[in-house]
């Protein structure tokens, strides 16, 4: 028994060392059909081959997309947010909202990676701020810029540029006190769910909206678009948050944003005054006209009656175009 037991773990041994023998030689002979495969490549292909994807699989080897990346725990994330206004798509006076469509705009070493200095990732593969609108909103997130910091010798890392389409559907506080010449100013909060100043600082890169490639509405001009930095401080926190205020001005009025934002927009009155103001006019210069106009005979105060009534029923009419 115990010369058979033997026999079994000699056996046993000898199956161990041809595992590991096999192991080893599986390695070298993938890395010998990889380099025959580069070698086939052209010279830019195997630039591009070795260069870029040992720069992905380098800096994502060890790297979990779910943990806040700080090389300093003492320091915050700068993220610095911008925006590019494309669109007013409804401005609804009764709801008192506006939807508008807008752009919402890891280290290494160059010298190992053939010079490359800048790369795309997916967006999930990275961590990404919670940055969220105080309103509804549908966001579209895109692929990520990777932009090495070697250059710049901070020791803070790469720097990630995020770019992805939104539209947002923001709440307003309308004033038509003076329709159709209206001016109003609305206002939203851009700020993190979570995390407070010590850990995200956010900052605008410029204090203005792009509004370059801004599709003209046809009621509504945006007067100005700003951007407005504010840290508040919370009684259920010990840090203060950074809020990005967006102030929108159209003629029509203005938007806020923790980071605020202002958008003034202003209405374009033409259509209401031609459709609006000069028939409502024309209608109240007849009714007051035919009101103090003498009548001597029945017929002649039926008629006034007839005219009062008309009249009436008329400016109920253009009222309900309002």
């Excluded at 009436?312 to 253009?318: D, E, G, I, P, Q």
Aim: net charge neutral.
């Amino acid at each position: 028994m115990i010369f058979a037991f033997v026999l079994l773990f000699l056996e046993k041994e000898e199956c161990l060392e041809e595992i590991q023998k096999t192991q080893k030689i599986i390695p070298s002979i993938l890395r010998k059909k990889m380099n025959h495969l580069k070698k086939r490549l052209p010279i830019e292909e195997q630039q591009l081959f070795t260069g870029h994807r040992r720069l992905v699989e380098e800096i994502l080897e060890s790297y979990d997309p779910t943990v806040h990346p700080r090389r300093d725990f003492r320091e915050s994330t700068r993220v610095n947010l911008s925006m590019s206004l494309y669109q007013i798509l409804e401005v609804d006076e009764r709801k008192q909202s506006i939807v508008v469509n807008v752009w919402m705009f890891l280290d290494w070493d160059p010298n190992k990676f053939e010079m490359i200095n800048k790369t795309i990732v997916p967006y999930q593969q990275i961590w990404v701020p919670d940055t969220k609108m105080d309103r509804r909103s549908t966001e579209a997130l895109m692929n990520a810029i990777v932009e090495t910091g070697y250059w710049r010798k901070d020791g803070k890392g790469a720097a990630v540029q995020l770019m992805f389409p939104a539209i947002y559907k923001l709440s307003c506080r309308m004033n038509v006190r003076f329709f159709p010449y209206d001016q109003q100013n609305c206002s939203f909060i851009i700020s993190s769910w979570t995390h407070d100043s010590a850990t995200i600082n956010y900052h605008y890169e410029r204090p203005t909206v792009n509004l370059l490639n801004f599709a003209q509405n046809d009621e509504w001009t945006v007067i100005s678009f700003n951007f407005e930095r504010i840290e508040q401080q919370f009684k259920c926190c010990k840090n203060p948050w950074t809020m990005l205020y967006a102030h929108l001005v159209y003629s029509f009025k203005l938007f806020e944003l923790f980071f605020s934002l202002f958008l003034v927009i202003q209405r374009k009155p033409l259509y209401y005054i031609v459709n609006l103001v000069l028939p409502t006019s024309i209608i109240t210069v007849v009714a007051v006209t035919g009101f103090f106009t003498p009548s001597s005979s029945s017929s002649e105060r039926d008629e006034k009656l007839y005219l009062g009534i008309n009249t009436l029923m008329t400016m109920m009419l253009m009222l309900l175009m309002v």
